[in-house]
């Protein structure tokens, strides 16, 4: 387990990490007072949820015809709230998360399962939001979680600093699986439909489940529908297959052999199929629903990651030295010394530290030559991009 330190700053600060779930969103913080071990909670009310509260809220809104919030979370469930929706002809927001999917091979086959998109609230951040707003994966907020709650293994740590303090390294570009819950539903509900298709209760699933509700040719007696434990699977079979793939991936593309997993999540419960590949499953003993907003407070606060991989190069247009021998050039037909608009690699896909340079120059007619460096910073989840110059510099004779 963690051993965090005492806050170093000279006034008290809050920090809030939330969890934007697909389907339902949660919201971590911690108070930072001078001296004091800072300690990670969560919020477990929110307006217009019954008495007890709960630690999540849906992830859903509704906006009137001007584009304005009418409600949000917990306020959508409420009767009052979803008759005035129906008659002011409101438009609900949800699963609106898929829509910040990247632009890849893993994401094209949900584009038309999302519900259609709405303009929502405009933001934006200058220069001091920037510094304030700091985002995370959720693969890191849950190694995060791991950690502080005492499940760490010993070879996943490259190596320990002094105060029990861990430090892990990435091995292998981060994957981005789109298989939650919510496809597990689909395909339930896509289960239910051929089902009930030629049946009295096809479209009236809404009220199904009556004591006098009976078919016998469909499994359904006193309301209730016994489904087979094969047909269950089959709702879990796709998600399933996309995290098993993508942990192949990984292991094929990892600097050093992977042996364990940790799993955070809903489907932690069944680690069966990831045992099948001999890998160690280790699961947090503690509850995992604020899992990932915990841990995103802990990135803030402990940094375990000290750097990352890659997952694409990235660089800048440019010229390049000619190279006869370079298939790519001579395509281009260039005979002279330099390749124009060529794309300057600064750092390589699957590159592993903490930040890179590069020394470029640009010609400004035929007197005129300017030196600059562009560094990316790659020691935090989001990419840093900066221009280094050297100003009023004055030389000495010889």
Same mark, same amino acid.
Request: glycine share 8%; hydrophobic share 35%; with cysteine.
């Given at each position: 387990?963690?051993?965090?330190?005492? /806050?170093?700053?000279?006034?008290?600060?809050?920090?809030?990490? %939330? =969890?934007?779930?697909?389907?339902?969103?949660?919201?971590?913080?911690?108070?930072?007072?001078?001296?004091?071990?800072?300690? %990670?909670?969560?919020?477990?009310?929110?307006?217009?949820?019954?008495?007890?509260?709960?630690?999540?809220?849906?992830?859903?809104?509704?906006?009137?015809?001007?584009?304005?919030?009418?409600?949000?979370?917990?306020?959508?469930?409420?009767?009052?709230?979803?008759?005035?929706?129906?008659?002011?002809?409101?438009?609900?927001?949800?699963?609106?998360?898929?829509?910040?999917?990247?632009?890849?091979?893993?994401?094209?086959? %949900?584009?038309?399962?999302?519900?259609?998109?709405?303009?929502?609230?405009?933001?934006?951040?200058?220069? =001091? =939001?920037?510094?304030?707003?700091?985002?995370?994966?959720?693969?890191?907020?849950?190694?995060?979680?791991?950690?502080?709650?005492?499940?760490?293994?010993?070879?996943?740590?490259?190596?320990?600093?002094?105060?029990?303090?861990?430090?892990?390294?990435?091995?292998?570009?981060?994957?981005?699986?789109?298989?939650?819950?919510?496809?597990?539903?689909?395909?339930?509900?896509?289960?239910?439909?051929?089902?009930?298709?030629?049946?009295?209760?096809?479209?009236?699933?809404?009220?199904?489940?009556?004591?006098?509700?009976?078919?016998?040719?469909?499994?359904?007696?006193?309301?209730?529908?016994?489904?087979?434990?094969? =047909?269950?699977?089959?709702?879990?079979?796709?998600?399933?297959?996309?995290?098993?793939?993508?942990? %192949?991936?990984?292991?094929?593309?990892?600097?050093?052999?992977?042996?364990?997993?940790?799993?955070?999540?809903?489907?932690?419960?069944?680690?069966?199929?990831?045992?099948?590949?001999?890998?160690?499953?280790?699961?947090?003993?503690?509850?995992?629903?604020?899992?990932?907003?915990?841990?995103?407070?802990?990135?803030?606060?402990?940094?375990?990651?000290?750097?990352?991989?890659?997952?694409?190069?990235?660089?800048?247009?440019?010229?390049?030295?000619?190279?006869?021998?370079?298939?790519?050039?001579?395509?281009?037909?260039?005979?002279?010394?330099?390749?124009?608009?060529? /794309?300057?690699?600064?750092?390589?896909?699957?590159?592993?530290?903490?930040?890179?340079?590069?020394?470029?120059?640009?010609?400004?007619?035929?007197?005129?030559?300017?030196?600059?460096?562009?560094?990316?910073?790659?020691?935090?989840?989001?990419?840093?991009?900066?221009?280094?110059?050297?100003?009023?510099?004055?030389?000495?004779?010889?």
């Amino acid at each position: 387990m963690s051993q965090r330190r005492p /806050f170093t700053g000279s006034r008290r600060k809050l920090v809030l990490a %939330i =969890d934007i779930g697909t389907t339902y969103s949660g919201i971590s913080f911690s108070v930072l007072d001078p001296g004091v071990v800072p300690e %990670i909670k969560g919020v477990t009310r929110f307006p217009a949820q019954p008495p007890g509260g709960a630690s999540k809220i849906p992830s859903v809104l509704y906006y009137d015809a001007a584009g304005v919030a009418r409600a949000v979370g917990a306020e959508t469930l409420l009767p009052s709230v979803l008759d005035k929706a129906e008659d002011e002809l409101w438009f609900k927001v949800e699963w609106f998360k898929l829509h910040l999917r990247p632009k890849s091979d893993t994401s094209h086959h %949900i584009t038309k399962q999302i519900p259609a998109s709405h303009r929502i609230n405009p933001w934006s951040n200058g220069p =001091d =939001d920037q510094d304030r707003i700091h985002f995370v994966t959720e693969g890191e907020a849950s190694l995060h979680f791991c950690v502080n709650t005492g499940l760490t293994i010993r070879e996943s740590s490259l190596w320990t600093q002094g105060g029990g303090t861990r430090a892990y390294q990435e091995i292998s570009s981060p994957e981005c699986c789109f298989a939650g819950s919510i496809f597990v539903t689909e395909e339930s509900r896509v289960y239910f439909e051929e089902k009930l298709r030629e049946s009295r209760f096809h479209g009236d699933t809404t009220n199904f489940g009556g004591v006098r509700d009976r078919e016998p040719a469909l499994d359904i007696r006193s309301g209730q529908m016994k489904i087979s434990g094969v =047909d269950v699977a089959r709702f879990f079979e796709p998600s399933i297959s996309a995290i098993l793939k993508a942990v %192949i991936k990984q292991r094929s593309t990892s600097r050093r052999p992977i042996t364990a997993v940790f799993l955070v999540g809903g489907f932690a419960a069944s680690p069966e199929k990831l045992q099948q590949l001999g890998l160690s499953v280790h699961r947090p003993d503690t509850h995992v629903n604020k899992a990932v907003s915990d841990g995103a407070v802990s990135f803030f606060l402990d940094h375990f990651v000290t750097s990352r991989v890659s997952r694409s190069a990235f660089g800048i247009e440019g010229s390049i030295r000619f190279k006869h021998n370079n298939p790519e050039h001579r395509r281009r037909g260039h005979v002279y010394l330099l390749v124009d608009k060529a /794309f300057c690699v600064i750092l390589r896909k699957c590159q592993k530290n903490r930040s890179f340079g590069r020394h470029f120059f640009a010609t400004h007619l035929t007197y005129y030559k300017t030196n600059f460096d562009v560094i990316l910073l790659f020691g935090l989840t989001e990419l840093k991009a900066q221009i280094a110059w050297k100003e009023n510099v004055v030389y000495g004779q010889l």
